[in-house]
């Protein structure tokens, strides 16, 4: 049985207290919110994501990825994702169990450090949020980490998706709640997602301001959402999406306080 993130994520708080390892849990960072920030010596920040997966096909390569992303995206010296299903942890790959966190995080603070940038700012007190509409594959990661959170950050604000917040009862009725309280939505209009386009027409029915990006053919979209203005990217080239959409998302949102 899966235990709920938030279980999982009690017991990381508990390891990380019980070892002495300074920590912020669910701030935010680079755009994003992040379940816990582990602080090290020497001004290192480690990044620590929770996953309460079940098995799948690919699904500790998919962490393993998701490793890489945070650790780049936030510019991290380390990211960790911890899933509670797993069989055995990869330290090298920044993919463990609760078990095997603390002695994975003491083997990263061992290790000499390389000189790097200035790292993101951390907030504990969380901001005002973008709700990010968008599918949940995997070939959708790098969207969310380097090209919504980029823009959320350009814009001072925070990119939140449902599948990494606690919440209890009706889903959809959690979806209503983050939209009508975000500033902004970003709709990844992607192989035209039937979640995704309720989520986008519920926005769109609060005249939330909205972004549409996609990266597939607009032609393929419903008649009644190929006409509105959206952002085409190519996939693999997050990069070309980035100042795209950051500028178009503080034209939404307007000056931040």
Known sequence: MIRPEKDIANSVSRVLRNAGI???????????????VVHAPGNRTFVVDVKAWERFDGFRNRA?????????????DAAFIVVDSLRRSSVQDGVVTVERLVPAILATIAKRSPSRTKSKKVSSSPKSHVFAAMPFDAKYDDVYYFAMTYAAEQADTTCLRVDKL???????AEIQSLIRSSLA????LSEASP??????GFAHALKKPTIHICSTPLGDLPFD????????YTPGQTHQLRPRLASRLKQAVGPRK
Do not use: C, M
């Not at 606690?166 to 959809?172: A, F, H, L, M």
């Not at 979640?195 to 986008?200: D, F, Q, R, S």
């Open 22 to 36: 300074p920590y912020d849990r669910e701030v935010d960072i680079g755009g994003a919110r992040a379940d816990f």
């Open 225 to 232: 959402v190929a006409h509105w203005n959206t952002i085409s």
């Open 185 to 188: 939505v970003i709709a990844d």
């Open 195 to 200: 979640n995704v386009l309720y989520e986008a």
């Open 166 to 172: 606690e919440y209890s009862g009706d889903i959809v």
């Open 64 to 76: 393993a990825h998701q490793a890489i992303l945070y650790k780049k995206a936030l510019r991290a």
